[in-house]
């Protein structure tokens, strides 16, 4: 069964940082692209970044220079280190696996 499992959300002030985490099982890293999306309240879930197997990120221009995707591929892990974050970061954020899995997301609140 093909599990992902974001975690490291919560409730942090303008300006922080938090890193999520996505722990992925029954299925290898060796799909080439993982991902993190995010969808807010009554918007469309939007792509936050993408990272391929050999380390190739890509960004929204929204979050270009504050947040930085990567990957453990022994570890079948995902992250997402997001740093200066502002109110409008605020959403659910899920991983996806080859732009087919998702995981159950992870709230992040940026509020003071």
């Known amino acids: 069964q093909v599990q992902l499992v974001e975690s490291g959300g919560g409730l942090v002030q303008p300006g922080g940082s938090l890193r999520l985490s996505c722990a992925a099982s029954g299925i290898s890293f060796s799909i080439n692209t993982m991902g993190w999306y995010r969808q807010a309240p009554g918007k469309q879930r939007e792509l936050v970044a993408t990272?391929?197997?050999?380390?190739?990120?890509n960004y929204a221009d929204s979050v270009k220079g504050r947040f930085t995707i990567s990957r453990d591929n022994a570890k079948n892990t995902l992250y997402l280190q997001m740093n200066s974050l502002k109110p409008e970061d605020t959403a659910v954020y899920y991983c996806?696996?080859?732009?087919?899995?998702w995981g159950q997301g992870t709230q992040v609140t940026v509020s003071s």
């Open positions: 990272i391929t197997r050999g380390g190739t990120a």
């Open positions: 996806n696996a080859g732009f087919i899995r």
